[in-house]
């Protein structure tokens, strides 16, 4: 069972604590780690959208396929010094690659230096992989893959049991509704009104994996967390982009939802001040 910190609410994150060497030590340790895991989950959300091997398939540029050297493929790195570009066809580089590793290594700071290791902390760190698959499959091709969301949600129910037994088995499956509900609720609404479909299928199912890692209100909180999100980055990108928001393409939900899942279970991992919803 996961002990709770007690984190003073005028710091931030309760990143005071990291100033003794061990400390330190486990920062730079948990931000390493976690660029090289967020640079699997970005090539692993990538290919599961163009159905090559996530493991036996060798690591290619995206637009010319040519094989790329043990230089471009060091996180965060590779991609500054090739300036976002392919070093063999001069292509732009998604950011998904940079941003993941980024994201993941905040992740691995957190996670290393805060949280208590148990088995359900380590379920846990496999969900937030998992998240991120999700999350840059859906940036990158509309597409929630069903296997990861299903292996989200059995590990989410697996962490509940462990931590409370029959209680959080009850809690896990409640919230699981509760999250398909949150999000149906609103998508029967929009196929009343406008004869389509207002989410897609894939987002249900990941609304009803996350939701057996939450208690109580917390996946409605979240669902309507990744609503603000998505909207805000499509107002931004209307206005760089100089159109009004109905002439933009679809913004991926399932993408948002990931996002905020994943700053979640980091907090949860972490003992924040966050899980408190």
Same mark, same amino acid.
């Given at each position: ?35 090289a895991i967020g640079s ?7 290919r ?13 540029c995206d637009h010319?396929g040519e094989k *790329?050297?043990?230089r471009?493929?060091?996180? #965060?790195? !590779?991609?500054? =010094? /090739?300036r976002g570009?392919?070093?063999?066809? @001069?292509a732009?580089?998604?950011w998904l ?9 905040v ?13 359900v902390?380590?379920?846990t ?6 998240l991120?698959?999700?999350?840059v ?5 509309m ?18 049991? *462990?931590?409370?037994g029959?209680?959080?088995? #009850?809690? !896990?499956?409640? =919230? /699981? ?6 999000? @149906?609720?609103p998508g029967?609404?929009y ?9 897609g299928?894939?987002?249900?199912w ?13 996946p409605?909180?979240l669902f ?10 499509a107002?931004?990108?209307a ?5 009004s ?6 913004k991926p939900?399932?993408a948002?939802i ?16 966050l899980?408190k919803m």
């Amino acid at each position: 069972m996961v002990t709770k910190k007690t984190i003073d609410p005028t710091t931030l994150f309760g990143l005071q604590h990291v100033i003794s060497v061990e400390q330190y030590i486990l920062v730079v340790f948990g931000a390493t780690l976690g660029t090289a895991i967020g640079s699997f989950v970005a090539a692993a959300g990538i290919r599961t959208t163009n159905e090559k091997s996530v493991i036996s398939t060798p690591s290619s540029c995206d637009h010319c396929g040519e094989k *790329l050297a043990i230089r471009d493929l060091v996180p #965060v790195i !590779s991609f500054l =010094a /090739s300036r976002g570009q392919c070093r063999y066809c @001069g292509a732009r580089l998604t950011w998904l690659y940079a941003g993941t590793e980024i994201s993941f290594a905040v992740v691995g700071g957190l996670v290393a230096s805060l949280a208590d290791w148990d088995v359900v902390t380590i379920a846990t760190c496999l969900a937030i992989i998992l998240l991120g698959i999700c999350a840059v499959s859906d940036f990158r091709a509309m597409l929630l893959p069903l296997p990861v969301m299903v292996s989200i949600g059995i590990l989410g129910l697996a962490s509940q049991i *462990l931590d409370q037994g029959l209680d959080g088995a #009850v809690s !896990s499956l409640v =919230a /699981s509704v509760t999250a398909i509900a949150t999000i @149906g609720i609103p998508g029967l609404l929009y196929w009343l009104i406008r004869r389509t479909q207002g989410f897609g299928e894939g987002d249900y199912w990941l609304m009803g994996a996350i939701g057996a890692w939450m208690h109580g209100i917390e996946p409605i909180i979240l669902f309507y967390m990744a609503t603000v999100l998505c909207l805000v980055a499509a107002i931004v990108e209307a206005l760089r982009q100089q159109k009004s928001l109905q002439y933009l393409e679809p913004k991926p939900i399932g993408a948002f939802i990931s996002i905020v899942s994943i700053i979640y279970l980091t907090a949860k991992l972490c003992n924040l001040a966050l899980t408190k919803m």
